[in-house]
C-alpha cells in the first residue's frame, strides 16, 4: 500500500510491476543499468529503458542523500561522478532527444551542482541546494508515518491539476520553488530552495512531453489544497524516525508505550550528536575514497543493530 496524503487511497494499485526492479532489488547499480539500457546488468529479464535518438524520457528518483550521494535501500549509496557518468554515457549512445531528471534527496543539489554539463540535452530540478535538507510532511495518524514531502507533493499536484499541454516544466518548476519553500512546523516554518540544472531550455517545453497528459483532476481543488498546507507539518528528513516517535507518544493512549516511545526519543540526540561528529570529519575528506570507505563501514555496523527504515546517518 502506497498513499501520497493523509488518509489518501492507495495508489500504488494497478502500477504495473511485472518484470520491474522493486523491493530490495533496487540497488544503484541496477538503477544506472536501467537507464542505460543495459539488460544484463539490471538483471532477471528486468525491464530497462529502451529509447533511442527521437525520445523524451523522465526520471524521478527519491531517497535520502547526503553531499554527492543517494542511499538506496539496503544502505547502498548512488554517487554523483557515477550518476553524471551515466547521464553522459546515455547522451553519448543516443538514449534520449531530451531527459527530464526530479530528485528529491537532503543535499540533492549537490548531485548535479557544478557537475552537470547544460550541452547534453539534460534538464534537472532538486528538492534542496547543495548544502540543504529537504523536508517530509503530512502526518497520518492511521498510518503513522509521514505521507509526502514539500517537493514531490507539490510537482505531483501541479501535474494533477493543470492542464499538462499547456503549463511548461519552467511554470512548474516556479509553482514547485514557490510551494515547497516554506513547510509549517509545530514550531515555526522550515525552508528549503528548489534548484534548476542542465540545459534551461528544455524547461520551455510543455510538461505533458515528459510527463504525458491526463484530463485535470478538478477534485484536487485550491480549498482542498489548502486544506492540506494547513495540516501537514514539515520535518527535516533526517529528524524523521524522532518525529514519529513523538507522533505516536502524543497520540498513544498505553503508558507502557508511551515510555518505551520516550526512552528511544532521549537517547537519539545523543547517537546523532556522535554521528554529526563522524559526518564533520568525513566533510573535510570529500575528496578522498577514505571517506566513502569510512561511511559504509559504519553504515554496515549500524545496519546489524537496527531495523529503523528511517535511520539516515548522513
Not at 124 to 143: G, I, L, M, Q
Request: charged fraction near 25%.
Amino acid at each position: 500500500v502506497v498513499v501520497n496524503r493523509p488518509d489518501g487511497s492507495d495508489v500504488y494499485k494497478g502500477v504495473p510491476k511485472d518484470r520491474a526492479v522493486t523491493g530490495d532489488d533496487i540497488t544503484p547499480e541496477r538503477f544506472l543499468a536501467v537507464l542505460k539500457g543495459d539488460k544484463e546488468m539490471a538483471g532477471n529479464n528486468s525491464l530497462v529503458l529502451d529509447s533511442g535518438p527521437n525520445d523524451h524520457v523522465f526520471v524521478y528518483l527519491i531517497d535520502h542523500g547526503a553531499p554527492d550521494l543517494v542511499n538506496f535501500v539496503n544502505d547502498k549509496i548512488l554517487y554523483a561522478e557515477d550518476l553524471i557518468a551515466t547521464l553522459k554515457q546515455m547522451h553519448q549512445d543516443r538514449k534520449f532527444a531530451k531527459l527530464v531528471f526530479y530528485l528529491e534527496s537532503c543535499e540533492s543539489g549537490s548531485m548535479f551542482d557544478k557537475l552537470l554539463p547544460n550541452d547534453i540535452n539534460v534538464y534537472v530540478t532538486t528538492a534542496s541546494a547543495p548544502d540543504e535538507e529537504s523536508n517530509f510532511c503530512c502526518y497520518d495518524k492511521f498510518r503513522h508515518a509521514d505521507t509526502g514531502s514539500a517537493y514531490s507533493n507539490a510537482w505531483i499536484e501541479n501535474t494533477e491539476t493543470v492542464d499538462t499541454l499547456k503549463e511548461t516544466l519552467q511554470e512548474q518548476f516556479e509553482y514547485v520553488k514557490n510551494r515547497s519553500y516554506k513547510t509549517k512546523t509545530g514550531s515555526g516554518y522550515r525552508y528549503e530552495h528548489t534548484q534548476q540544472y542542465g540545459d534551461l531550455s528544455i524547461a520551455k517545453l510543455p510538461v505533458s512531453q515528459f510527463l504525458g497528459y491526463k484530463k485535470p483532476n478538478k477534485h484536487l481543488n485550491v480549498g482542498e489544497l489548502a486544506r492540506f498546507d494547513n495540516n501537514c507539518e514539515g520535518v527535516n528528513k533526517r529528524d524523521v524516525a524522532i518525529y514519529l516517535l513523538e507522533k505516536q507518544i502524543v497520540n498513544s493512549v498505553n503508558n507502557i508505550e508511551k515510555l518505551g516511545n520516550s526512552e528511544v526519543v532521549i537517547i537519539n540526540p545523543y547517537v546523532l550528536g556522535k554521528l554529526q561528529t563522524f559526518v564533520n570529519i568525513c566533510e573535510t575528506m570529500r575528496e578522498s575514497s577514505d571517506a566513502d570507505i569510512a561511511v559504509n563501514q559504519l553504515i554496515q555496523h549500524c545496519s546489524q543493530y537496527t531495523n529503523n527504515q528511517f535511520i539516515n546517518i548522513l
